[in-house]
Nanobody
Framework: VQLQACGGGLVQAGGSLRLSCAAS????????MGWFRQAPGKAREFVAA????????IYADSVWGRFTISRDNGDILVYLEMNSLKPEDTAIYYC?????????????????WGQGTQVTVSS
């Protein structure tokens, strides 16, 4: 398993969760990393991404200002801090790795995926 995601759970609206994604493949420290999510009956959608240096980040409009992505290349960890959670944030969250930054919003370009972690926000 090259990516392992964890940190999901059940939280009330307005609450916070922190997702983590650990990479076991050392080369992924040179790749951009991203989070996608998939709600029941919907397509997987982009949430946030961070470049290989941890300097440049990008977010979906729906989470901008509430979610923060960060990474630790020493241990090859990627985090997604989620605040002010809303019921519409309920989904399975997946972390992934993509070798080229310009493709971070393109699901099909990701070459590594974690197994997903469930986030449920109650109203």
């Amino acid at each position: 398993v090259q990516l392992q995601a964890c940190g999901g759970g059940l939280v009330q609206a307005g609450g916070s969760l922190r997702l983590s994604c650990a990479a076991s493949e050392r080369t992924l420290s040179n790749w951009s990393m991203g989070w996608f999510r998939q709600a029941p009956g919907k397509a997987r959608e982009f949430v946030a991404a961070i470049d290989e240096n941890g300097v440049t980040t990008i977010y979906a409009d729906s989470v901008w200002g509430r979610f923060t992505i960060s990474r630790d290349n020493g241990d090859i960890l990627v985090y997604l801090e989620m605040n002010s959670l809303k019921p519409e944030d309920t989904a399975i969250y997946y972390c992934g790795a993509v070798p080229v930054w310009r493709f971070v919003k393109v699901f099909s370009k990701y070459q590594r995926w974690g197994q997903g972690t469930q986030v449920t926000v109650s109203s």
